[in-house]
């Protein structure tokens, strides 16, 4: 699962109200839209696209969704509680609707391949449902909905959709964009419904990818993250060059746009992370010294179970192997607790391996049967709610120790750090993140700094989530 939240337990939905850029002149779009993205950053990149499709197709970006002609929720089925925070939603912008006849609500996303049917007809919330590789087909569909006739499309496709299409940077810091390089995920993990609704996996072609994150440079950005449901799987076979593509490969290309462009992925499955890619990581300064690696287990038992093909002994030997070859680097985690038939003895193999492993964060759920997943086939959810939340709460504990002393051993280091705007809690401080994914504060004092900037701070205190520090030097 892709997330960047940090430190915060993860059994809801992360959600954010998503815009695009408004044009100089109001008049200039015959309707207007609204979009709200829930779930991973995979989300939040397709609602990017959704946004250039409709852009070219007339239709504004809108902050306030009780005057949009069509209002849309790019929803995430990974979690019953997202589900019931969607569900929530539809129907608070159906009595709205009621006022507004005229208004078009559609769902898009993982809810919308997954409870088609009930959306439409038998809860009748929404008037359009649009699947993940379908969203080329919504100015169709919109015409379609505007007739009265239910529309939809959930196909899935056997190629990479987008590839052709610049995203519109939606409500963007101008610092950092999400790139995506694929879609989709072959793992069949068994609590997992992803390959269920994004299909399999199928990489976006590399010179695609490269023009856009060189684009993106040349317009001012200074960090680009990879993102794919698993991105160490990427493969590409460009013919006309006689050229195989794999993710190390792919990395490199993009750290070499320019020494100035950071490069983060996300998310890497531990099974497909290779020797080559730490190397390369290892070989590039821009390339950020951070991996998310979700381990969902620390017990062989309930990892078979998960389908998630390695052990608990096969993941430990992965860590060290980062720690040999990256020393330094940022590792964080998935964690899912009371998994079906978990002993007590099992979950303190979860919290043994989080000690080992040392998480800099992690997100953490308890588990939450999905339907039409491996699991909920094969296994009864007979783990007692109140087990789950107590064992999550061990887990989010622990957690927090292990982030407090990651950060704590960060006092009195140095680090470069890409300004990304202004601290939350105060306009008079600065706001980045360093190679490691660590958010750092500090003052501005009198530099003459902007977003965007690279600059070295040292760490002088920290929090759970946060490093505080000092202007020590700006970057040359």
């Known amino acids: 699962m892709l997330d960047l939240t940090i430190n ?28 709200e993205s ?5 989300n939040f990149s397709d609602s990017e696209i959704v946004a250039s499709i409709l852009n070219e197709s007339g239709f504004g970006a809108t902050r306030n969704y009780e005057e949009a002609d069509l209002v849309l929720l790019n929803t995430c089925s990974i979690r019953e509680k997202a589900e019931q925070t969607v569900r929530k939603r539809l129907t608070d912008f159906r009595k709205i609707k009621e006022g507004r006849p005229g208004m078009l609500i559609g769902v898009l996303g993982c809810m919308a391949e997954r409870l088609k049917a009930k959306l439409l007809e038998e809860e009748k919330l929404v008037d359009m449902v649009v699947g993940p590789d379908a969203y080329r087909t919504l100015p169709g569909l919109i015409e379609e909905a505007e007739t009265g006739q239910k529309a939809v499309n959930v196909l899935l496709s056997r190629e990479e959709t987008y590839a052709d299409i610049s995203p519109i940077r939606l409500d963007s810091n101008g610092v950092t964009a999400f790139v995506s390089i694929m879609r989709g ?5 068994s609590f997992c419904v992803v390959p269920f609704t994004r299909g399999r996996e199928r990489s976006r072609d590399a010179e695609s990818i490269v023009k856009e994150c060189r684009d993106l440079y040349n317009n001012g950005y200074k960090e680009v993250t990879l993102l794919g449901q698993n991105v160490d799987s990427y493969y590409y076979v460009n013919e006309e060059k006689d050229e195989i593509v794999n993710f190390a490969n792919l990395l490199e290309k993009v750290a070499l746009i320019s ?19 730490l190397h390369t990581m290892a070989r590039h300064e821009n390339i950020c010294k951070y991996i998310h690696l979700p381990v969902q287990s620390g017990n062989s038992r309930i990892l078979q179970l998960m389908n998630r093909t390695y052990t608990r002994e096969w993941y430990m030997a992965k860590v060290d192997r980062i720690r040999e070859i990256l020393p330094g680097c940022g590792i964080s985690s998935d964690i899912i607790a009371g998994f079906c038939t978990e002993t007590e003895e099992e979950h303190q193999d979860t919290l043994g ?13 308890f588990y939450s049967e999905r339907p039409g997943t491996l699991a909920a086939r094969r296994y009864t959810d007979d783990i007692p709610e109140e087990v789950k939340k107590r064992r999550l709460q061990e887990i989010v504990d622990l957690q927090g120790r ?23 809690r105060s306009d008079n401080d600065w706001m980045g993140r360093n190679s490691q994914n660590k958010v750092i504060v500090f003052p501005k004092e009198n530099y003459n700094l902007k977003k965007g900037d690279y600059v070295w701070v040292t760490v002088n205190d920290c929090t759970q989530a946060t490093l505080i520090g000092k202007i020590q030097k700006l970057e040359a």
């Open 8 to 35: 915060k337990v993860h059994d809801e939905a992360r959600q954010g109200e998503a815009f695009a850029p408004f044009a100089d002149d109001p008049n200039q779009y015959k309707k207007r839209f609204y979009i």
């Open 38 to 42: 829930y779930g991973c950053q995979m």
């Open 185 to 189: 995920c072959n793992n069949m993990c």
């Open 402 to 424: 292990l982030s407090k002393e990651s950060n704590e051993k960060d006092l009195g280091k140095t680090f470069k750090v890409l300004i990304e705007g202004n601290s939350k």
């Open 353 to 365: 391996i989080m000690e080992y492993s040392k998480y800099d964060m992690s997100y953490m759920f």
């Open 259 to 277: 020494p100035d462009l950071r490069v983060r992925f996300s998310t890497s499955h531990p099974k497909d992370i290779t020797d080559e890619v």
